[in-house]
């Protein structure tokens, strides 16, 4: 395993989402309904657009060219309704239900689905996991989305810089954070050319990307809201050759 920070240094070497964490203030609440207000008036119009790229298309004579236009318009209208979906998660809007969730039950169907996106992405995917570990405090879909946004990043990266393996470390309370703290802490690293402090700073910042393909730039944004709701903390450190998010993670309550 990496030589993970104490927890002394944990501020020193990692740049955390901390300004991510979501108020419950009334401003934040008008926000957030005039956001999801939006979306859901877009995906009225792209409604509307794709209704009329169906008429088009059912039209006799078609040329080439048109037909082609139209599977154009078609790849906007999806691409404008999954950059929506993102937007609501990374703007705060995601229900979050908070309940304990035993590890070594979602760890398993966390690690297959982790693995298959590296697959996709030319990537593979290692797995170390301490035992015992307690029960968390999670939503548990909206934990594996997070985790899930993690991997898909250090995948992408990896496979850029012409390496290919992601290594997820999750280790128990009082391994890295102090034991009274009772924080599970997941590490998830992978080989890439260092990301400059400058850049480093912005990679929570949305539609930010280090990536020299097209990307939406909103991973690590959604990453970090989805942590701050669930009461986490995530930080990224880049040095040596090695990125590495650290997500903390509070146990659940004993009960």
């Known amino acids: 395993?990496?030589?993970?920070?104490?927890?002394?240094?944990?501020?020193?070497?990692?740049?955390?989402?901390?300004?991510?964490?979501?108020?419950?203030?009334?401003?934040?609440?008008?926000?957030?309904?005039?956001?999801?207000?939006?979306?859901?008036?877009n995906n009225n119009t792209l409604g509307v657009i794709q209704g009329f790229a169906t008429l088009i298309s059912m039209e006799e004579g078609l040329n080439e060219?048109?037909?082609?236009?139209?599977?154009?318009?078609?790849?906007?209208?999806?691409?404008?309704?999954?950059?929506?979906?993102?937007?609501?998660?990374?703007?705060?809007?995601?229900?979050?239900?908070?309940?304990?969730?035993?590890?070594?039950?979602?760890?398993?169907?966390?690690?297959?689905?982790?693995?298959?996106?590296?697959?996709?992405?030319?990537?593979?995917?290692?797995?170390?996991?301490a035992s015992p570990l307690p029960p968390v405090l999670v939503d548990n879909g909206r934990f594996q989305e997070l985790?899930?946004?993690?991997?898909?990043?250090?995948?992408?990266?990896?496979?850029?810089?012409?390496?290919?393996?992601?290594?997820?470390?999750?280790?128990?309370?009082?391994?890295i954070s102090a034991a009274e703290n009772q924080r599970v802490d997941i590490f998830v690293r992978n080989t890439c050319k260092d990301i400059g402090a400058d850049k480093l700073k912005k990679v929570f910042d949305p539609f930010f990307t280090t990536k020299i393909n097209s990307h939406y730039g909103l991973g690590l944004t959604t990453a970090g809201?989805?942590?701050?709701?669930?009461?986490m903390r995530l930080g990224m450190r880049s040095s040596e050759g090695t990125t590495t998010a650290w997500l903390s993670v509070a146990t659940a309550p004993a009960q």
């Open 65 to 129: 060219e048109m037909t082609e236009n139209i599977e154009h318009m078609r790849h906007s209208i999806t691409h404008a309704s999954e950059l929506a979906k993102i937007i609501l998660t990374a703007g705060g809007c995601a229900n979050i239900e908070p309940e304990p969730a035993d590890l070594s039950v979602m760890l398993p169907y966390l690690e297959q689905s982790s693995k298959s996106i590296c697959e996709k992405l030319g990537a593979t995917l290692q797995m170390n996991q």
């Open 147 to 175: 985790v899930r946004e993690l991997i898909k990043n250090a995948a992408e990266a990896t496979v850029e810089s012409g390496q290919g393996e992601v290594v997820i470390d999750i280790l128990p309370p009082g391994s």
């Open 225 to 231: 809201v989805l942590a701050g709701q669930m009461k």
């Open 1 to 41: 395993m990496e030589n993970h920070p104490t927890t002394s240094e944990q501020d020193s070497d990692f740049h955390f989402a901390d300004q991510l964490i979501l108020d419950d203030s009334g401003t934040r609440a008008f926000y957030k309904n005039l956001l999801q207000g939006l979306i859901h008036k």
